[in-house]
């Protein structure tokens, strides 16, 4: 790594011009031209075999797979049509990250022909190796069978790359003796316990009619746009998705010109090129905008159900990396990729719903007499405050820990953002009945020629972890990087218990001579009773919050090795058992997985903490420091004297510095650890500080060291040269 490289990165993206912007298509032409949706499926398939498929996609029922040969027949000639060769079951590890195996439609005959075949054997099922994947010991390297199982609630899609076109079929992995090795499996098990659980509470409420109820999900996704020439000569970002080092800029988002600012055109012409493939696919992209940090942006798309959502935000994250690639970025999607400026969430605004009833968390203007809101949302007040720190532990990663409890993300401690109304109304159900609902009002803004128009009832509140927004409640501390499935999971989970709890004591009530409201009220009110202590409308960010929530019993999980351990308690055990959601065995697996993964990053991390600052940093300052010296004796020598300062201030970090890489590469050898907590604490507590330490002297340096020396893209250039 070498100066020059950095100086002729500069002049490269200076020089780089925005790829010319194709002429965009009418959405209605574009719009899921390569899913195989179910008009597709109506267009090719015998009648009966479409009525059956379209009732499993309506109701949730079982798959009768003897419609399968027909449906993978339709699928295979759509998909050779439109100029694919390969098909590939596509499924979602314990990784984050999307998985498929690329399979060919060739069949040779007897008499060496070939024919493109496409069984519905093969559609229904595949076998990639099912011990290579993190699966927490459910699988041994010797015990590698694995399968894969089509999805058929979530359609199949071609994918179009420069390579050629694969038709992807979404499938759920699971071992040969049966467990979840995916994130697919089991949210398709919670939302069906979710089902169970809110039809059996719509239908104590009289509801007589009642289809399927599913969770919905919209997933704003923030991410980070560096040029690649940058991108590329910095080893931290290439390996790790964020800057170990690096000074802040002298400008960064204080002035809080960023956000929502003009989009610099090559960054627009990229975003075009998302949309359009998202829009082919099917993924409703609705907004696009600066976020707050130089540098940052964000797309959000509209609902949809929660497994497709789940899918198609694991695809998006796909498309804004490879396009990134062409428009000659890289998209970083590390939760804190660059030090003092904002990191990236992916907000999930959960809800649920069905076609009978709508949307089962939209108040009404009159909230307070919306007996079937209160209920479910009071069910969801519950499940937050009994499972706060299981909400906790499944965001928790090595990478989100930089960001929670940061000034642009909530803190690790979960609680409740109701808004004024809500507060008001359940705090009236605490002191007995509710009576009324504050009104929402006008906005008069004072000028003629602008319109009067209704406000909100309540304000938003950008510090809270799950804060109800209208008629959904938005999960604000889920990582950039992360999948939604397992936030998703845990939602739904303790919605269906919370339900079923509800209606258990409701039906008790009832069955002792109470009728529905007065039962409905005295639950609400023993549930506010019990569990008001997570409701908070405050600053979450304040000292005073913290203070607050630890007298309220509520945790505080600073790190992920304190929140992973939470998914070994015997409760949320119990919780995921009963509910049918994960076994014992699939939940200790999660465990495992997350816990090495986060091990193993810190560790990477550390890694590079010692190589960048022995290889590339020091030799740079040590460099410097000698052509400054000899500056100095030479200039002595004809009677000129310079202060030595500024030697002075090298010296004195380039030393500490390479103290602290000494004692960071010590601390890595340890590895003698009674338990994964321990190894996990060890690593929060030892490894991380020790790299921070180098960092600080490093960072130290970069502002000492003459820019001609220093090898690294900077802040300045990474984030405001585009």
């Given at each position: 790594?070498?100066?020059?490289?950095?100086?002729?990165?500069?002049?490269?993206?200076?020089?780089?011009?925005?790829?010319?912007?194709?002429?965009?298509?009418r959405l209605?032409?574009?719009?899921?031209?390569?899913?195989?949706?179910?008009?597709?499926m109506?267009?090719?398939?015998?009648?009966?075999?479409?009525?059956?498929?379209?009732?499993?996609?309506?109701?949730?029922?079982?798959?009768?797979?003897?419609?399968?040969?027909?449906?993978?027949a339709?699928?295979?000639?759509?998909a050779t049509?439109?100029?694919?060769?390969?098909?590939?079951?596509?499924?979602?590890?314990?990784?984050?990250?999307?998985?498929?195996?690329?399979?060919?439609?060739?069949?040779?005959?007897?008499?060496?022909?070939?024919?493109?075949?496409?069984?519905g054997?093969?559609?229904?099922?595949?076998?990639?190796?099912?011990?290579?994947?993190?699966?927490?010991?459910?699988?041994?390297?010797?015990?590698?069978?694995?399968?894969?199982?089509?999805?058929?609630?979530?359609?199949?899609?071609?994918?179009?790359?420069?390579?050629?076109?694969?038709?992807?079929?979404?499938?759920?992995?699971?071992?040969?003796?049966?467990?979840?090795?995916?994130?697919?499996?089991?949210?398709?098990?919670?939302?069906?316990?979710?089902?169970?659980?809110a039809?059996?509470?719509?239908?104590?409420?009289?509801?007589?009619?009642?289809?399927?109820?599913?969770?919905?999900?919209?997933?704003?996704?923030?991410?980070?746009l560096?040029?690649?020439?940058?991108?590329?000569?910095?080893?931290?970002?290439?390996?790790?998705?964020?800057?170990?080092?690096?000074?802040?800029?002298?400008?960064?988002?204080?002035?809080?010109?960023?956000?929502?600012?003009?989009?610099?055109e090559?960054?627009?012409?990229?975003?075009?090129?998302?949309?359009?493939?998202?829009?082919?696919?099917?993924?409703?992209?609705?907004?696009?905008?600066?976020?707050?940090?130089?540098?940052?942006?964000?797309?959000?798309?509209?609902?949809?159900?929660?497994?497709?959502?789940?899918?198609?935000?694991?695809?998006?994250?796909?498309?804004?990396?490879?396009?990134?690639?062409?428009?000659?970025?890289?998209?970083?999607?590390?939760?804190?990729?660059?030090?003092?400026?904002?990191?990236?969430?992916?907000?999930?605004?959960?809800?649920?719903g069905?076609?009978?009833?709508?949307?089962?968390?939209?108040?009404?203007?009159?909230?307070?007499?919306?007996?079937?809101?209160?209920?479910?949302?009071g069910?969801?007040?519950?499940?937050?405050?009994?499972?706060?720190?299981?909400?906790?532990?499944?965001?928790?990663?090595a990478?989100?820990?930089?960001?929670?409890?940061?000034?642009?993300?909530?803190?690790?401690?979960?609680?409740?953002?109701?808004?004024?109304?809500?507060?008001?109304?359940?705090?009236q159900?605490?002191?007995?009945?509710?009576?009324s609902?504050?009104?929402?009002?006008?906005?008069?803004?004072g000028?003629d020629?602008?319109?009067?128009?209704?406000?909100?009832?309540?304000?938003?509140?950008?510090?809270?972890?799950?804060?109800?927004?209208?008629?959904?409640?938005?999960?604000?501390?889920?990582?950039?990087?992360?999948?939604?499935?397992?936030?998703?999971v845990?939602?739904?989970?303790?919605?269906?218990?919370?339900?079923?709890?509800?209606?258990?004591?409701?039906?008790?009530?009832?069955?002792?001579?109470?009728?529905?409201?007065?039962?409905?009220?005295?639950?609400?009110?023993?549930?506010?009773?019990?569990?008001?202590?997570?409701?908070?409308g405050g600053?979450?960010?304040?000292?005073?919050?913290?203070?607050?929530?630890?007298?309220?019993?509520?945790?505080?999980?600073?790190?992920?090795?304190?929140?992973?351990?939470?998914?070994?308690?015997?409760?949320?055990?119990?919780?995921?058992?009963?509910?049918?959601?994960?076994?014992?065995?699939?939940?200790?697996?999660?465990?495992?997985?997350?816990?090495?993964?986060?091990?193993?990053?810190?560790?990477?991390?550390?890694?590079?903490?010692?190589?960048?600052?022995?290889?590339?940093?020091?030799?740079?300052?040590?460099r410097?420091?000698?052509?400054?010296?000899?500056?100095?004796?030479?200039l002595?020598?004809?009677?000129?004297?310079?202060?030595?300062?500024?030697?002075?201030?090298?010296?004195?970090?380039?030393?500490?510095?390479m103290?602290?890489?000494?004692?960071?590469?010590?601390?890595?050898?340890?590895?003698?650890?009674?338990?994964?907590?321990?190894?996990?604490?060890?690593?929060?507590?030892?490894?991380?500080?020790?790299?921070?330490?180098?960092?600080?002297?490093?960072?130290?340096?970069?502002?000492?060291?003459?820019?001609?020396?220093?090898?690294?893209?900077?802040?300045?250039?990474?984030?405001?040269?585009?």
């Open positions: 790594m070498s100066h020059e490289l950095r100086v002729q990165a500069i002049s490269q993206v200076t020089d780089r011009k925005p790829l010319p912007s194709k002429v965009p298509q209605e032409a574009l719009w899921a031209t390569d899913v195989f949706t179910l008009s597709k109506q267009a090719s398939l015998p009648k009966d075999v479409f009525k059956s498929v379209k009732h499993t996609l309506q109701t949730g029922g079982k798959l009768d797979v003897s419609v399968a040969g027909a449906v993978a339709a699928m295979k000639d759509w049509s439109k100029g694919a060769l390969y098909y590939a079951h596509v499924f979602y590890p314990l990784t984050n990250a999307t998985a498929e195996k690329h399979d060919g439609f060739v069949s040779v005959q007897g008499d060496g022909s070939v024919i493109t075949e496409f069984t054997k093969v559609l229904v099922q595949g076998e990639p190796d099912g011990s290579s994947f993190p699966n927490g010991g459910i699988r041994s390297t010797p015990a590698a069978r694995g399968y894969t199982a089509w999805d058929v609630t979530s359609p199949a899609y071609v994918m179009e790359t420069d390579n050629g076109v694969t038709l992807c079929i979404p499938t759920v992995f699971i071992s040969w003796t049966g467990e979840a090795l995916d994130k697919k499996t089991p949210l398709l098990r919670s939302n069906a316990a979710m089902n169970k659980a039809t059996r509470m719509l239908k104590l409420l009289g509801h007589t009619e009642v289809s399927t109820v599913n969770s919905s999900c919209g997933a704003e996704q923030e991410y980070f560096v040029d690649a020439h940058f991108a590329h000569n910095r080893p931290d970002l290439l390996l790790t998705g964020r800057t170990l080092f690096g000074k802040p800029a002298a400008k960064g988002q204080q002035f809080d010109d960023h956000y929502f600012g003009a989009i610099p090559r960054v627009q012409v990229f975003m075009q090129d998302v949309e359009e493939k998202m829009y082919r696919l099917g993924i409703p992209a609705k907004t696009r905008h600066n976020e707050v940090a130089p540098g940052q942006f964000e797309l959000a798309p509209f609902f949809e159900a929660a497994n497709v959502a789940s899918d198609h935000q694991q695809l998006t994250m796909t498309i804004l990396r490879n396009t990134a690639k062409k428009h000659g970025f890289v998209c970083l999607l590390h939760e804190k990729p660059f030090a003092g400026v904002n990191g990236s969430g992916k907000h999930v605004n959960w809800s649920v069905n076609a009978t009833q709508g949307n089962l968390l939209d108040p009404g203007d009159t909230p307070h007499a919306n007996m079937q809101f209160l209920l479910f949302c069910a969801v007040i519950r499940g937050v405050h009994k499972y706060g720190p299981l909400l906790r532990a499944v965001v928790a990663t990478s989100n820990d930089h960001r929670l409890g940061a000034n642009e993300a909530p803190p690790a401690i979960i609680s409740v953002y109701l808004g004024s109304q809500l507060e008001n109304v359940y705090g159900i605490s002191q007995g009945q509710p009576e609902s504050d009104h929402a009002g006008v906005m008069d803004l000028v020629t602008l319109p009067v128009f209704p406000k909100d009832p309540g304000d938003r509140n950008r510090t809270s972890p799950f804060a109800f927004t209208g008629n959904r409640f938005e999960f604000r501390a889920v990582g950039s990087g992360q999948s939604v499935s397992g936030p998703l845990a939602m739904n989970t303790i919605l269906a218990d919370s339900l079923t709890w509800i209606a258990d004591e409701m039906e008790g009530k009832m069955a002792a001579g109470a009728d529905l409201k007065t039962a409905a009220h005295a639950v609400l009110k023993e549930v506010m009773d019990k569990h008001s202590a997570v409701v908070f600053n979450g960010y304040s000292e005073e919050w913290h203070t607050m929530a630890a007298e309220r019993g509520l945790a505080n999980l600073r790190t992920t090795a304190d929140a992973l351990p939470v998914l070994k308690a015997d409760y949320v055990e119990e919780l995921f058992d009963r509910v049918g959601v994960l076994t014992p065995v699939e939940l200790e697996s999660r465990f495992d997985v997350y816990a090495e993964q986060y091990i193993q990053s810190i560790e990477v991390e550390a890694k590079l903490v010692v190589s960048i600052a022995k290889t590339i940093i020091y030799p740079a300052a040590i410097y420091l000698s052509e400054l010296s000899a500056t100095i004796a030479s002595k020598e004809i009677g000129i004297e310079l202060e030595k300062e500024s030697a002075e201030k090298v010296a004195a970090l380039v030393k500490p510095m103290d602290t890489v000494s004692k960071l590469s010590a601390a890595m050898g340890k590895h003698d650890f009674a338990t994964t907590e321990d190894h996990m604490q060890y690593m929060a507590q030892t490894i991380r500080p020790l790299m921070d330490k180098v960092r600080e002297y490093a960072d130290g340096l970069e502002g000492e060291v003459a820019d001609d020396f220093w090898p690294l893209p900077t802040y300045q250039e990474m984030l405001f040269v585009k």
